[in-house]
């Protein structure tokens, strides 16, 4: 009788044990949405650690309202949380003990092509070899706001789409609008100086690059000067182009009035290439430094 007891004991143990790790397994926690960080109801070692501080909230005001929301997209086993103007995480959904989670990167910067916004870059995310995590978000046209595709095109770099109405309008993503009227004017100045050629393409650039970082649509890349100083040098080197091209003018005139005084005649018009003049030439004959071959004399 006990030896019967003894088996139907440890048959309702393996049963209450099977039962458990059933259970256990089954039991997926969903983290709660916290902008993806710093979940006050996971362990402390296992909360995501942010690098650096995003950026602040900037560019299209109309696009600011999003700060402050998430948007989830799981693809395969992974699920990806975007936050505009904060973060992008990763998180894998598996039943493996050491399932990934991970930063892909923290809001840093506009990307502006041709006077647009184009994407939004995130930095700064999870270590990965020798370099962080990054993401570049593509903002596209949608019938609502939602994360509509996720790939990385290289190792550790991310692609993410972003559907929202908010961009369908043509000129929702242009900079111009978004700038002050000191910083338009500045811009201003700069197209009309590449048009009168006093600056090359290459000067219209980095003035625009100046121009987009004291925006703060661009993160710095060397520390910011003085702000009378930056204003005193442009300023300065815009005078010098006009005061060059003053004395130009000037020369050019003061030989004008030479050549009148002379009697020299002077033509203002452009010089223009004439057209060539075909020589015939009798067969067996050759011109003056000819080696055999007929060539056109100019």
Same mark, same amino acid.
């Given at each position: 009788?006990?030896? $019967?007891?003894? *088996? ?12 458990? !790790?059933? /259970? ?5 926690v969903e983290e709660p949405n916290t902008f993806g960080l710093n979940n006050h109801f996971l ?7 942010? *690098? ?5 909230? $900037? ?24 936050? =505009? ?19 892909? %990167? ?5 990307? $502006?092509q041709n006077n647009s916004f184009t994407g939004m870059w995130m930095r700064e995310g999870d ?14 046209? %949608?019938?609502? /706001?939602?994360? !509509? ?21 043509q000129h929702s993503l242009l900079v111009y609008p978004t700038l002050g009227e000191k910083l ?9 100086? *590449?048009?009168? %050629?006093? $600056? ?19 993160? *710095? ?38 050549? /009148? ?14 057209? =060539? ?14 080696? %055999? ?6």
């Amino acid at each position: 009788m006990c030896h $019967i007891c003894g *088996r139907y004991f440890h048959l309702l143990c393996l049963i209450v044990l099977v039962d458990v !790790a059933f /259970s256990g397994k089954m039991k997926i926690v969903e983290e709660p949405n916290t902008f993806g960080l710093n979940n006050h109801f996971l362990a402390q070692g296992t909360r995501l650690q942010a *690098r650096t501080n995003p950026s602040p909230v $900037i560019g299209p005001p109309h696009l600011h309202h999003l700060a402050g929301k998430c948007f989830s997209y799981i693809e395969s086993t992974y699920k990806y949380e975007f936050c =505009p103007f904060h973060n992008i995480t990763q998180h894998e959904q598996t039943f493996r003990w050491n399932a990934y989670s991970g930063i892909l %990167g923290i809001w840093q910067e506009w990307e $502006i092509q041709n006077n647009s916004f184009t994407g939004m870059w995130m930095r700064e995310g999870d270590p990965c070899g020798n370099k962080n995590r990054q993401t570049k978000v593509l903002l596209a046209c %949608g019938n609502s /706001s939602k994360l !509509a595709g996720v790939s990385e095109p290289q190792t550790c770099v991310y692609s993410v789409t972003f559907e929202t109405p908010l961009v369908c309008h043509q000129h929702s993503l242009l900079v111009y609008p978004t700038l002050g009227e000191k910083l338009q004017k500045e811009w201003d100045e700069a197209e009309q100086a *590449r048009y009168d %050629g006093l $600056i090359t393409d290459q000067g219209y650039s980095k003035l625009l690059r100046d121009l987009f970082e004291e925006a703060g649509f661009l993160k *710095r890349s060397q520390p910011k000067p003085e702000e009378p100083e930056r204003t005193q040098k442009a300023q300065q080197t815009m005078d010098q182009c006009r005061q060059d091209i003053e004395k130009k003018n000037a020369e050019i005139e003061r030989l004008r009035a030479l050549l /009148s005084q002379h009697n020299i005649p002077y033509d203002l018009s452009p010089v223009r290439p004439k057209a =060539p003049v075909t020589v015939a030439v009798q067969e067996g004959q050759r011109l003056r430094g000819d080696t %055999g071959l007929i060539a056109d004399l100019l």
